[in-house]
């Protein structure tokens, strides 16, 4: 592979994983807020027993398991990405300036 190619290659994947990091720090700031939010619902349901109240903690419950699943891919996604640019930098012979 052409070492020009290869360079743009290492940017791309490095400029993707810095974008997966950053969603990566947003969804566990979400996780956070949200899981302090379910947990005051999940009280405010067993105290007021009302249908509206067992209502919001259960999407809270499902909107606060599909955060915690994209996180997962994210993490995911980032390791992968991780593993691409480990192998395109083993090939890479950066251009030294003098």
Same mark, same amino acid.
């Given at each position: =592979?052409?070492?020009? /190619? ?16 950053? #969603? ?7 996780? #956070?807020?949200?899981?302090? =939010? /379910?947990?005051?619902?999940?009280? /405010? ?14 999407? =809270?419950?499902? #909107? ?22 480990? /192998?395109? =930098? ?9």
């Amino acid at each position: =592979m052409k070492q020009g /190619r290869l360079a743009r290659q290492v940017e791309q994947t490095s400029l993707a994983i810095l974008a997966a990091e950053q #969603q990566i720090r947003v969804l566990e700031e979400q996780v #956070q807020v949200w899981s302090e =939010m /379910r947990d005051d619902l999940h009280t /405010r349901s067993l105290v007021s027993e009302t249908p509206q109240a067992q209502q919001e903690y259960n999407a =809270m419950e499902r #909107q606060l398991a599909l955060a915690v699943e994209a996180l997962s891919e994210q993490r995911t996604d980032r390791s992968s990405l991780e593993a691409v640019l480990s /192998r395109l =930098m083993s090939e890479w012979e950066p251009e030294v300036l003098l």
